[in-house]
């Protein structure tokens, strides 16, 4: 909470010009968003109406703090709504997904394709015995089946449950075991900068460990050759060529609040929290955020550089374009391997117009320098967009210069695995302060609140909350609403929803993000736990104990730095050192490895045994320790 107050609003302002203005869905924010507020059932009513019903909702939400449940008796599918519905229109043989690989592979599916993969995949899975409500796993990278296997779990109503490719044996097996998936679904491996990462090898290590997998599904991309077991490891391929992979598949007919997805996200404690979505108002919250902020038309081509292992992916690079029969574009692999310029001339060989990517991207772009960029025509591109971690307003002005030719609004969206969708953010019409995520999404009633509860006055930091429930949040965390209702509903009570940042409000009412309240790190916009990334560090064998920090990192947003106390009689060294970054790699994945290792004797603790972080990252950042000796009193 001590940076509250480090943080200064942007005076400057940039509008939009008169051609964004023409073509934007929303012409009058402030009227509609007062609206929205003011009539925020009626609102969210009109908006759920937009999607196809089976059956249409009794009720538009029941409420009974903190659950919510939204589009009650309502049925609908969003697969239904992201596929089966375009193909009976124009959409048909339009692209839904262009895909290119980093050894510059390209595929394409039109919406009719990719709804012939997916009913065929659908069967495959009902063939394995797959039912509504059943876990899927699904460890795969940028690639289309991982889009082909998501959808296919939602039509037949099973829940998937997406690890990113980039963690390792042990995030991997925790999840599974917290499922209780039956089934597994991989590929041999992933291309990430040149380099094969082997993804089925880290699937079989994670099984033994947890072994309520009875089927594995293995998706070719590197071909590198891997081991099977026969007993349960199947190939993609072979069982697509199957009778069984016949091409209709009826699409399940789910209840709104039937659960669509669990998606694994960090928080204070080791356990990783699985936060569940569901069918109806994740598509409502997913269709109309896509649809207004990025101003999808039919014509565009939409690029969402994330990973679709994370919420980002999720919402906005499957569900939320898919839902607006967008053509979506796929791009699997680092940004800037083999050149540079690898992200730039995709965006001119596309036509792209709407590019969405990550403040620590475009940091990464700009240290390569804008001769990159200039090298490319890049005027297809109409809204740039920006999420996972505040943007630095030169980094904003980079962007707006360097790619977006003073020409593009840059969407600041500002959101979390847990809201869906987003919450806070620009819409093209708005002027833009850079490093401001702009004002609340429609229907959306956030605020900044002190310690005692109340609103904060502009310029304040305090906590950021949201006072209403709202269609795409996460309906509890999976086999836990006690967890759910301790991390974000006790702090200011079960109408409240805590979101875990710091906020202040400048006098226009635009919102700048600080940082975050409990023991999450934003690493080049992944969200990592301290107590996990400690976890993974005393698997070490020569480890007693371990405490994790942020610090502020150039180019990643923040960096880990680990205290590390050795086991009585080790030597410290520098090798040791390494081999534990290296463990850390391997059993949580290689974006949680320490950037520094502090070898030290004792670790900092409260009465109760609580390690202080906090004056950990006092000490590190030579600021004040705060009272300690409250903080002893934990
Ligand atoms: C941070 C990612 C500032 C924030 C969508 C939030 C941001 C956490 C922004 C959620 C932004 C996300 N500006 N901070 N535009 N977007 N964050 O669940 O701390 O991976 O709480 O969801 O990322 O991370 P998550």
Redesign the pocket.
């Known amino acids: 909470m001590d940076t509250f107050d480090t943080l200064t609003s942007e005076k400057e302002l940039f509008s939009p010009s008169k051609e964004i203005i023409k073509n934007s869905y929303i012409e009058d924010y402030d009227k509609l968003y007062q609206y929205s507020i003011n009539e925020n059932e009626k609102f969210w009513d009109e908006t759920a109406r937009q999607l196809d019903w089976f059956k249409h909702y009794d009720k538009v939400l029941d409420y009974n703090p903190p659950f919510a449940k939204w589009f009650t008796g309502g049925k609908i599918n969003i697969v239904h709504n992201a596929l089966d519905r375009h193909i009976h229109t124009f959409r048909k043989n339009k692209l839904a997904i262009i895909w290119e690989g980093e050894d510059g592979k390209e595929r394409t599916y039109t919406y009719f394709a990719l709804y012939r993969q997916v009913n065929k995949f659908a069967n495959v899975l009902k063939s394995f015995g797959v039912k509504k409500g059943d876990r899927v796993t699904i460890y795969l990278p940028n690639i289309p089946e991982i889009a082909i296997c998501m959808l296919a779990c939602a039509k037949i109503g099973a829940i998937h449950s997406v690890v990113y490719a980039g963690f390792s044996v042990d995030a991997l097996k925790d999840r599974i075991l917290d499922a209780k998936s039956k089934i597994l679904i991989t590929s041999d491996g992933a291309y990430r900068g040149g380099k094969i990462i082997e993804l089925k090898k880290i699937a079989d290590e994670a099984i033994k460990k947890a072994p309520v997998v009875q089927t594995v599904i293995v998706v070719k991309r590197t071909e590198h050759g891997v081991s099977m077991d026969s007993s349960r490891d199947f190939y993609y391929d072979e069982l697509m060529k199957l009778p069984i992979a016949s091409s209709y598949c009826k699409t399940e007919e789910t209840d709104a609040e039937d659960p669509l997805f669990i998606l694994y996200?960090s928080g204070t404690t080791g356990q990783p929290k699985g936060i569940l979505h569901v069918h109806g108002g994740y598509a409502v919250g997913t269709y109309i955020s896509s649809k207004y902020v990025f101003d999808i038309k039919d014509s565009d081509t939409y690029w969402c550089a994330a990973d679709p292992g994370?919420?980002?992916g999720h919402s906005y690079i499957i569900y939320g374009p898919l839902l607006n029969g967008a053509t979506s574009l796929m791009v699997e692999g680092a940004p800037f391997y083999p050149y540079p310029d690898r992200w730039w001339k995709i965006i001119e060989k596309h036509g792209v117009n709407i590019f969405y990517t990550s403040p620590t991207a475009v940091r990464g772009a700009m240290r390569y320098g804008e001769a990159w960029p200039n090298r490319h025509n890049l005027s297809s591109l109409r809204i740039l967009g920006?999420?996972?971690?505040?943007?630095n307003p030169e980094v904003w002005k980079w962007y707006y210069k360097h790619i977006g030719k003073e020409h593009c609004p840059i969407m600041?969206?500002?959101?979390?695995?847990?809201s869906g969708a987003f919450l806070i953010t620009p819409v093209p019409t708005m002027p833009l302060k850079p490093g401001s995520?702009g004002k609340p999404f429609l229907g959306i009633d956030a605020d900044i609140f002190d310690e005692n509860g109340n609103s904060c006055e502009s310029e304040k930091g305090g906590y950021l909350v949201i006072k209403k429930p709202w269609p795409s949040m996460m309906r509890t965390i999976y086999n836990d609403d006690k967890r759910y209702e301790e991390t974000y509903f006790s702090k200011f009570g079960k109408n409240i929803y805590l979101?875990?940042?710091t906020a202040k409000r400048d006098i226009d009412g635009y919102f700048y993000?600080m940082g975050?309240i409990d023991d999450v790190i934003?690493v080049s916009g992944y969200?990592l736990g301290t107590a996990e990334i400690e976890s993974a560090i005393i698997t070490h064998a020569a480890v007693a104990e371990s405490a994790a920090i942020g610090k502020p990192h150039e180019l990643k947003g923040n960096s880990i730095k680990a205290f590390v106390v050795l086991k009585p009689g080790i030597e410290k060294s520098d090798s040791l050192m390494e081999d534990i970054r290296n463990n850390v790699g391997t059993h949580l994945g290689p974006i949680a490895k320490p950037d520094e290792i502090e070898f030290v004797d004792s670790l900092p603790k409260t009465r109760s045994g609580k390690i202080m972080r906090r004056v950990l990252k006092a000490r590190e950042m030579g600021i004040s320790e705060g009272d300690l000796s409250t903080i002893e009193e934990d």
């Open positions: 996200t994370w919420i980002t920006s999420v996972g971690e505040p943007i600041d969206t500002w959101w979390q695995t847990e995520c979101a875990g940042d993000v975050r934003k969200r």
